[in-house]
């Protein structure tokens, strides 16, 4: 696929709280632009709350969330979804589609309030960049099948194809490996790296993190703690201190990254 021109993504002093709760406090980070952020921590760190507040669908209680320098919260509804796509953990099971049909729902923000007429330039764009998504996603031999008869690994490939032709500048994905076998899970994150979009990618594996990502930023109890390249960022006391997991972090023996290998759990998490 043809990537969009990069777009910057940053969070300013980004806080949300519920009740009582302080979910995310006062983060402020900056998305390179074109590449994929790896965003880590232990369950209940923030990230899916980050993703969700960057993606306009949770309102901050404090700071910002700015799309190429503009409030991302002052956008209409269409305008977020025609440059922000997200990919959340758990895709809907009760829809009586086509994978073809769930996948064209992704156009729905760049469509007018008229159909396309057929046989346009119009129509012939909008089949191009389905086409394109399908084939990124490899899910082409799934187009005819009925959404809920899909498995889990199948349904997250297809939600990667219907966020893809959203043809947008920022993809925001809530652990997208889920449910996806080894090799698909090394397929589907080689396949994000490839596609030159601003990628924020919440996991759990720090290989795959390691292995794909330009970049890793890591959150601990709503708050950042670091943020770099994975090769400075995910050393052995971070791990220590963040997961509380004593590891011991190596070069990769063939490739040019950390490998985290565990020896263990810690008696208890170091205090942030």
């Known amino acids: 696929m043809t990537a969009p021109p990069p777009v910057e993504l940053r969070a300013e002093g980004l806080g949300v709280r519920v009740g009582a709760a302080t979910l995310l406090d006062g983060v402020t980070l900056a998305f390179a632009p074109g590449r994929v952020t790896g965003l880590l921590g232990p369950n209940g760190a923030g990230k899916t709350t980050l993703l969700r507040a960057v993606a306009g669908l949770t309102r901050p209680s404090a700071g910002r969330a700015l799309l190429d320098g503009a409030d991302l919260h002052a956008l209409s509804g269409r305008r977020r979804a025609q440059q922000v796509a997200f990919m959340e953990q758990q895709a809907d099971t009760r829809l009586a589609l086509s994978v073809r049909q769930v996948v064209e729902l992704g156009r729905t923000p760049h469509r007018g309030r008229w159909p396309v007429p057929p046989n346009s330039a119009a129509d012939a764009h909008e089949r191009s960049v389905v086409a394109a998504a399908v084939a ?137």
């Open 136 to 272: 990124a996603a490899d899910v082409g031999h799934l187009l005819d099948r009925s959404w809920p008869t899909l498995s889990g690994g199948e349904r997250q490939r297809v939600q990667l194809a219907r966020a893809l032709v959203q043809e947008p500048g920022v993809l925001l994905l809530d652990e997208p490996t889920n449910h996806l076998d080894l090799r698909h899970q090394l397929g589907f994150l080689e396949t994000v790296r490839g596609l030159g979009i601003t990628t924020v990618a919440a996991l759990h594996d720090l290989e795959l993190a390691a292995a794909y990502c330009h970049e890793v930023a890591v959150l601990l109890d709503g708050r950042l703690v670091a943020h770099g390249p994975a090769a400075e960022v995910l050393t052995a006391p971070m791990i220590a201190r963040v997961y509380g997991v004593d590891a011991t972090v190596e070069r990769h023996p063939r490739h040019d990254r950390p490998h985290v290998r565990w020896n263990g759990l810690l008696p208890e998490r170091t205090s942030p």
